[in-house]
């Protein structure tokens, strides 16, 4: 079974400052990490994804997250945050060994945190 | 990038009424397209998986009598909520995704609020 933890139902942080929002996920076998940004009575959206390479991936608005297959993260940051980036972000995996051998490709998504950037 | 639509964005209904969802993909062919399900401040809830032709798989717990599912085209997956109750009142959201490739990345639909009186 995979399984993803968000430790941390909300994150405050002041605009300009760094942010991070945590991420834990468990697989089987080796992981597809994905984190997705939701604003108010909208739909996901993809920020950024790791397949494989590179442990740092960087994506959408300034977004990046770090892989690290020891501790089992996948931590989300930002170098200067703007009160625009207040909105609920989830972390997803999905387990590449069920994908390669036809397990399927569902995705299990963490219980989001909402992250509040303030002036 | 892959756009995914829905409709309607919203719906009102009265209880023991039939209400059907569309997930489009606009400019891609999706074989798989997924349903779910959010209750506020909650996370998304896979409710099924279809692949275009054959029948939903459902997660454990979700009545398939109820959220009927079909998936007749590439670009066409509905969710039609049968007899709806207010347990039913929720945000519905589909996703979209393609074959081929080690990883069939998943593209979201706006979502659609569903409220039962």
């Known amino acids: 079974a995979q399984s993803v933890a968000q430790p941390e139902d909300q994150v405050n942080v002041a605009e300009g400052n760094p942010l991070t929002v945590k991420c834990t996920y468990s697989v089987s076998g080796n992981p597809y990490l994905f984190w997705y940004v939701q604003y108010p009575n909208r739909g996901l959206q993809f920020l950024l994804k790791y397949i494989t390479g590179d442990n740092l991936v960087k994506g959408s608005y300034g977004f990046e997250a770090e892989f690290n297959k020891s501790q089992t993260s996948f931590h989300l940051k930002k170098p200067s945050a703007l009160v625009s980036d207040s909105a609920l972000y989830f972390c997803?995996?999905?387990?590449?060994?069920?994908?390669?051998?036809?397990?399927?490709?569902?995705?299990?998504f963490g219980t989001g945190t909402q992250l509040k950037v303030e002036l | 990038g892959a756009v995914v639509s829905q409709h309607p964005s919203r719906v009102i209904c009265k209880s023991g009424t039939s209400v059907k969802i569309e997930c489009r993909s606009l400019?891609?062919?999706?074989?798989?397209m997924f349903w779910y399900r959010q209750f506020p401040k909650q996370s998304l809830m896979l409710m099924a998986t279809s692949n275009e032709g054959s029948k939903a798989t459902y997660e454990q717990g979700v009545e398939k009598d109820k959220f009927l599912i079909n998936h007749a085209s590439l670009t066409l997956s509905t969710l039609t909520v049968t007899s709806a109750h207010p347990e039913d009142s929720s945000f519905y959201i589909c996703s979209a995704s393609t074959s081929g490739g080690a990883y069939n990345e998943q593209f979201f639909g706006p979502g659609t609020r569903l409220t039962v009186l």
């Open positions: 997803a995996v999905r387990d590449k060994g069920r994908v390669l051998t036809g397990g399927g490709n569902k995705l299990t």
């Open positions: 400019d891609f062919q999706a074989t798989t």
